[in-house]
């Protein structure tokens, strides 16, 4: 984490993003709230967001102070093609906690590439915006978040088919000091992804991280964290 970021504890707004492709922003949900102390305090929730509506949620949130935003979305791509070592090393993490291997994916491969794109797209004007405060951006995985921070693994896995997990996993939430999350969040497993990479990105401005990866410019620009 920067010099600049860790002067962004207190009062830091954070925001959660679920990104999906450039062709289906329909999926693409964002949660954003208030970190301040030892609770986040939730805000406001979008789900269906185009690139144009994530910088004026980002653009609002920095007018009020300084904004992290974690992305659900690889940030970068390894030059050659497969597997960044960050990704290697994630997937351990997550096959160990019980995670499917298949929870961490290559950038490049064929249904991650769209993904990759826009991620990196949405990266580059996030960190471009002319804004009264600074805005961090970090790479993020939700469901490796929760795992790594002691949410069952098996509702974890099951959250995208079954609304039982999901409602769980909400309450789970709650246990970690997110105050105040909507009833939406149990109903779209898109917004609770969304509310678990803003849990990720939460940790990661107060050095709280289970995982985390440095960035390594010029190639691997942003940390990357759970």
Excluded at 29 to 40: E, K, T, V, Y
Excluded at 112 to 129: E, H, P, Q, S
Excluded at 152 to 169: D, G, N, Q, W, Y
Excluded at 173 to 191: C, R, S
Aim: a negative charge; glycine letters at 10%.
């Amino acid at each position: 984490m920067s010099s600049e970021l860790e002067h962004m504890i207190h009062g830091v707004r954070v925001v959660g993003i679920d990104l999906s492709g450039p062709s289906n922003t329909k999926e693409t949900a964002l949660l954003w709230g208030h970190a301040q102390g030892a609770a986040f305090h939730y805000a406001g929730h979008r789900i269906g967001a185009g690139d144009g509506e994530i910088l004026e949620v980002v653009q609002q949130q920095a007018a009020l102070g300084p904004v992290c935003v974690g992305l659900d979305a690889p940030l970068s791509y390894q030059p050659g093609g497969g597997m960044r070592a960050r990704d290697s090393a994630l997937q351990k993490e997550l096959i160990a906690a019980g995670m499917h291997p298949g929870s961490v994916m290559a950038p490049t491969m064929t249904r991650m590439c769209y993904l990759t794109l826009r991620g990196i797209a949405v990266a580059r004007m996030l960190t471009d915006l002319d804004v009264k405060n600074s805005v961090g951006v970090v790479e993020v995985h939700p469901g490796g978040s929760m795992a790594l921070s002691g949410a069952p693994v098996h509702l974890i896995r099951a959250m995208k088919e079954e609304p039982t997990a999901r409602s769980s996993l909400r309450s789970w939430l709650g246990v970690q000091n997110m105050i105040q999350l909507p009833m939406d969040v149990m109903l779209n497993d898109h917004l609770l992804a969304a509310t678990a990479a803003a849990l990720a990105t939460w940790r990661w401005t107060d050095g709280r991280s289970n995982w985390l990866c440095a960035a390594d410019p010029p190639h691997h620009p942003f940390d990357f964290a759970c």
